[in-house]
C-alpha cells in the first residue's frame, strides 16, 4: 500500500510505467498455463483481478500484446515486465502480483491450469486447484469471437 493514499501501487523494473489500484485485487491466483509459462519466462504467474475502472496508470502505459484472440497481456516496452492480462471485452482485468510495490499485502487463493503445473515444482499448500481446460468461464472467453 502506498503510505500516502492507501492504495495499492505498483509498477516494472525501469519505473517507466506506474499505476495505483483503487481497490484491492481478486481472485488472487497462482497461473500454471503454457502461456503465462512462457509470457513470465516461469513455470507461473501470479495475478489477481480488479475492475477495470479501479485500475489507473499514472505514468507511462503499458504496450499490449495479443497473445490469443480472446486476451491481451500488457508489459513494459523499456524493460519488458509483465503487468496485465485481460479477455479483451472483459470489465476486469488482471496485474502481475509480482508488479506490486508490496506484493506480499495479497494472498493467493487457488492454482488455476495445473495441467500445465511442472512436476517439480511443489507447493505444500491446501488451495484449491483448477485446471483450465473445460474450465466454463475460460470456455466462453476462449469460444466468442474477439
Known sequence: MSAS???LTGGCLCNAIRYECTEPPCDVHYCHCR???RAFGNVFAVFGSLPVSALSF???VPQLYRSTPY???GFCNACGTPLTFRYVRSEWIAIAI???DHPDVVRPE???GIESQVRWLVLH???PRKPIEGDPEYMVWRQSPA
Open 71 to 73: 486476451a491481451e497481456r
Open 125 to 127: 499448500d491446501s488451495l
Open 110 to 112: 487457488m492454482h488455476w
Open 98 to 100: 509480482g508488479s506490486l
Open 35 to 37: 502461456l503465462c509459462q
Open 5 to 7: 493514499s492507501g492504495r
Open 58 to 60: 499514472v505514468r507511462g
